[in-house]
Structures are given as structure tokens and as C-alpha cells.
């Protein structure tokens, strides 16, 4: 019972986040409209505790001009649901818990995403001329550590933003087609309760090595789907969604390092890419 409203806990926090997240960056009663907001810097984590800094073009941040930005920290996945386990050696969710910091002149935010429990935060700061920033996560500042410079002059352009109006499109994932290898078949299976099986050869899977897999996906569970997380991703993979009931087969590179599946993050399995 304890473990259940520590996980009620999570998501209420997490939904209130992206909430907050939604109010600051599109004001209300603005549906249907164009609107600007302050321009962004995106702290994108990936699963392996790395990040990068994008801004609102998707391109990575090496200068920007001084003045007012809001920073938007997120995560794949809720990273308290990855909790350290006994004898683990890597930083897979940051072993449950981020450490973000950025610092420079005007400037110094640390979040723990309060302790792994949230995935978004989001700071408003004003950026000096003439500059330089430095970012890193202090689970591992060495390998996190980047920075980026201010202009001298200028300032930055809002953005315009349009809320409401528009169609969203989901980008599923498909079967890879031609030549390219396939380095085994992977047989995953959703159960009506929910529950997992990953079977590689007849054995469940702890070990693979890197390439192209297929999955064959038998979803039972009309309420939960087969989702897998890689250690540079930045988002779930939801190889059935939530919705779906029946068979599917998706090919998916596995690159090395930690993986996770799951149909609902209560019940997370993990195997190795090498």
C-alpha cells in the first residue's frame, strides 16, 4: 500500500508539472490563436544521465543571444521509477535521481527533478552579455559537462506559438524493409493483467548482442502496451499503444548499453546490449 502512494504521489506531481509547463509556455483563453512566449532552451535528457541542449529549432545551443529564456529540463520517463539497485555501475535514469545543474553570471538553477518524481521543470532566467554557462549533471559532471556563450549584444526574439487549431500526427514505429540484417527474432508477449515476457531462442532475454531485432508482439492487454527505452533515448518507444490488442511485428536497432521494457512503469524489466 506504501508503494502504490508513493507511485499516486508520482504521477499527481508529474501531471501538475506538465500542467505548469503548458500555462507558462501558452497562456489561457488562447485557443485557436497565435501568441508569442519567451524562447526556450531544452535540457533533453537521455536515459544514460546525458543531456543536450537544444533550442526552439531543434538545433544544439553553442551561442545565444543575452536577455530573457525560460529553461525547460525533462526527461525520457520519471526517473524515481528507476531506483538504484544493489551493485548497480551505471548511471541508467541516473539511478532514479538527476542532479542538473546550470550555472554562469545571473544564473544558478540545481533541480533533482524533486528526487526523480517529476519530468519536466521549467526555470524563467535572464541571460548577461558576453557570457559563458557551463551545464552538467553532478552524477557525472566529466563526462555531462557543456557550455555555451552569449552574444555580446541583441536579445531574444519571442516565439510565436500557436495554441489550439491544429492537428497533432503520432509517428508509429514500422518494420524496417529491404536488405538490411536482421540479427535475430525477439518474441514479446502483453498479457490480459498486464504482464511481460520477452523470449529470445526459447530463453528470457538478459543479453543481446547490438543489430537489428525483430519483434514479434502478442498484445493482450487493451489497457497497457510494450514500450522499450535505450540508453541515448530521449522518449518511450511504444511498440503497441495503449489501446491496441493483437499481434505486431516491429524491427528496432538495439544499440549498446542498458534497455528497459514495460507495459506500465510499475513493472519494469531490464536486459543488456552489447
Known amino acids: 500500500m506504501q508503494g502504490m502512494g508513493l507511485r499516486t504521489r508520482r504521477v499527481a506531481q508529474l501531471i501538475a508539472a506538465a500542467l505548469a509547463v503548458a ?3 501558452v497562456p489561457a483563453g488562447s485557443a485557436g490563436r497565435r501568441t508569442t512566449a519567451l524562447p526556450t532552451l531544452y535540457i533533453t535528457y537521455s536515459m544514460n544521465c546525458t543531456f543536450v541542449i537544444l533550442d526552439d529549432s531543434g538545433r544544439q545551443v553553442t551561442a545565444i543571444p543575452p536577455g530573457k529564456w525560460q529553461v ?6 520519471v526517473f524515481g521509477m528507476y531506483p538504484m539497485t544493489e551493485g548497480q555501475t551505471d548511471f541508467y535514469a541516473c539511478r532514479g535521481v538527476p542532479q542538473f545543474q546550470l550555472t554562469g553570471p545571473g544564473v544558478n538553477i540545481f533541480t533533482t527533478m524533486t528526487a526523480g518524481c517529476e519530468q519536466t521543470k521549467l526555470f524563467p532566467e535572464t541571460f548577461a552579455a558576453s557570457a559563458t554557462y557551463v551545464a552538467q549533471d553532478l552524477n557525472q559532471p566529466s563526462l555531462t559537462r557543456a557550455t555555451f556563450t552569449t552574444l555580446a549584444s541583441g536579445s531574444a526574439a519571442p516565439v510565436t506559438v500557436t495554441y489550439g487549431g491544429g492537428k497533432g500526427k503520432v509517428q508509429q514505429s514500422e518494420d524496417i524493409v529491404g536488405s538490411q540484417a536482421i540479427n535475430g527474432t525477439l518474441r514479446a508477449s ?3 493483467q498486464g504482464k511481460l515476457v520477452l523470449m529470445h531462442d526459447g ?3 538478459s543479453k543481446l548482442a547490438a543489430g537489428r531485432y525483430k519483434f514479434l508482439i502478442l ?3 487493451a489497457k497497457a502496451g510494450f514500450v522499450v527505452l535505450g540508453p541515448a533515448d530521449t522518449a518511450p518507444t511504444s511498440l503497441t499503444k ?3 490488442k493483437g499481434t505486431r511485428s516491429v524491427t528496432v536497432r538495439l544499440t549498446p548499453g542498458k534497455w528497459s521494457y514495460y507495459s506500465t512503469l510499475r513493472s519494469v524489466h531490464f ?3 552489447t
Open 242 to 244: 495503449t489501446a491496441f
Open 190 to 192: 502483453v498479457s490480459p
Open 23 to 25: 500555462v507558462v509556455l
Open 219 to 221: 498484445d493482450q492487454d
Open 271 to 273: 536486459f543488456r546490449v
Open 72 to 77: 525547460l529540463v525533462s526527461t525520457p520517463v
Open 203 to 205: 530463453k528470457s532475454v
